[in-house]
Structure formats: structure tokens, C-alpha cells
């Protein structure tokens, strides 16, 4: 399988239109070139750019959702569209994540479960998902999780047990905690055996400046691919079963104790 994670720049001065027209322009570069491809998170926006969050705010399916539905049938290749700020209606905003089919088809939505900001931006500005998602692809189960939900190593386990293999997490990390992204993206590969592409931003979101270094990182925690600090398309080849192969070598998994059964009284 291979994999094209945009790590697009969302700097400020570009509008949310310029913006969204130059992401499927990309996407549709990678016809023939990719069968998965990943953008990265609140990138209409800047996942620092909390003002702009309740004035982008877009329904599920509104502009966003067209432009990357039509950019993934003109591609031809399944594309997790990143995360858009979401205005439900009934409810509170949500960081969601898309993901659609080679035909424009929505596969999934996901809203982000863990809110980064303590007690500013979006973890006061925006509600906290509840569901756990998993998309079947031809070939690999992915498992969907957005930035600061890496920190959480339960949501990650409790994807592994819904049948994930592939762990995509679109980011905007900033750059000041670079070390970080890295280490939790490794970790989180090898202690659930499973495949992690993580596909951050470019630029600067509300003076912050971004951390870039998308990287793919396979079940034995070894770094396939990484991108540098500025805009680019990372392009990897990897191997959905080298997943099971890797845990029938090494059956961590299946040592697990806790969390496996009820407490006894």
C-alpha cells in the first residue's frame, strides 16, 4: 500500500477558500500516485486559531466536505481529509475528522475525543467526541485519532481491539514540542504492533509556529518516512501485513492483563 501525507502549510493571510482549493489541488495530485491520502488537522482553519474556529465553523457536510469528497473521486484514492471544525447543529462544535472513499462515498467521521487547552481554546470551545472509529480499507483496518489524543494510550488499545492496524492521527503539533510528536508517534506503534502515519502541519497557526515532521512509523517502532518543516507531500510504501506478522513474532498483545476483564468480587 501506499500513502501520501499532505503536510500542508496553513499560514496566516490565506483564506479558508484559497486554502481549501490549493488541499485538493494536492489531493488530486497524488492520482495514481497514492492509494491513501492523509491531510492534516483543522487545516481550513489553524489548529491554534481559536477565534476563527465558531467563524469557520462549517456543518458536516458543507464546503470542506464537497471540495475533499469530489478531490477524492477525482484522485481516485481513499482520503482521510483531516479535521474540520464542526458546527452540529443541536449541539456544541467538534474537531472532525473525514474520511472518503475512492468514489467520494463518506466512510467515517470522527470527532476528536481529547481537547487540547486545559482550560482555554478548544477545550472549552469545542465538545469532546465519544466514539471510538475504525475504517475498513482494502487490506488494512485504519484506526482514527487526532493530535493531542496521542498523548492517551487507552484510546489507541481500545482501537487495536476494534480491529485497527493502521493508526492515522492528523496533527497541528507545535514546533516547541517537536520531541514529543515523535517519540508518542514510535510509542504508540510499538506497543500496539500496529502502523502509525502521522501527518501534521506546516507554517505558523496564530503566531505558533508548527512542527511539520509528518512521519510513518511501522509495528516494530522503526521510522519509514519523515518529512522535514515546510510543506511537502511524503510519500511510503509499506506492508498492511507485516501487522499480523509482527504480532504472531511477538505476541505482546496478547499478555495483556488489564483492561481484558471485569474486576471479580
Not at 492523509?38 to 482553519?45: A, G, R
Not at 474556529?53 to 457536510?61: S, T, Y
Amino acid at each position: 500500500m501506499r500513502a501520501s501525507l499532505i503536510q500542508i502549510a496553513v499560514d496566516e493571510g490565506e483564506s479558508v477558500e484559497s486554502r481549501r482549493e490549493r488541499a485538493a489541488s494536492l489531493v488530486r495530485s497524488q492520482a495514481g500516485a497514492a492509494d491513501l491520502v492523509v491531510l492534516p488537522e483543522l487545516w481550513t482553519t489553524g489548529a491554534f486559531a481559536f477565534e476563527e474556529f465558531g467563524r469557520e465553523a462549517e456543518p458536516l457536510e458543507g464546503p470542506t466536505y464537497e471540495a475533499m469528497a469530489k478531490a477524492a473521486s477525482d484522485a481516485g484514492v481513499w482520503l482521510h481529509a483531516g479535521s474540520i471544525p464542526e458546527r452540529d447543529p443541536d449541539g456544541p462544535l467538534y474537531n472532525t475528522s473525514l474520511v472518503f472513499t475512492p468514489t467520494g462515498e463518506l466512510a467515517a467521521a470522527y470527532r476528536k475525543v481529547h481537547r487540547f487547552g486545559f482550560d482555554k481554546g478548544e477545550a472549552v470551545l469545542m465538545g469532546a467526541g465519544r466514539d471510538l472509529v475504525t475504517v475498513r480499507l482494502p487490506g488494512t483496518t485504519l484506526g482514527l485519532a487526532t493530535c493531542y489524543d496521542l498523548r492517551f494510550p487507552e484510546l489507541f488499545r481500545g482501537l487495536v481491539d476494534a480491529g485497527a492496524e493502521t493508526l492515522v492521527v492528523p496533527a497541528g503539533w507545535p514546533e516547541r514540542r517537536r520531541a514529543h510528536w515523535t517519540l508518542l508517534a514510535r510509542a504508540r506503534a510499538v506497543e500496539d504492533q500496529a502502523f502509525v502515519l502521522a501527518c501534521g502541519t506546516a507554517g505558523t497557526h496564530a503566531g505558533v509556529p508548527q512542527a511539520g515532521h509528518s512521519i510513518v512509523v511501522d509495528p516494530w517502532g522503526e521510522v519509514l518516512a519523515e518529512a522535514g518543516h515546510g510543506e511537502e507531500v511524503l510519500t511510503v510504501d509499506f506492508d498492511p501485513a507485516k501487522v499480523a506478522t509482527t504480532r504472531e513474532q511477538f505476541p505482546a498483545l496478547k499478555d495483556r492483563v488489564l483492561g481484558l476483564e471485569p474486576p471479580r468480587r
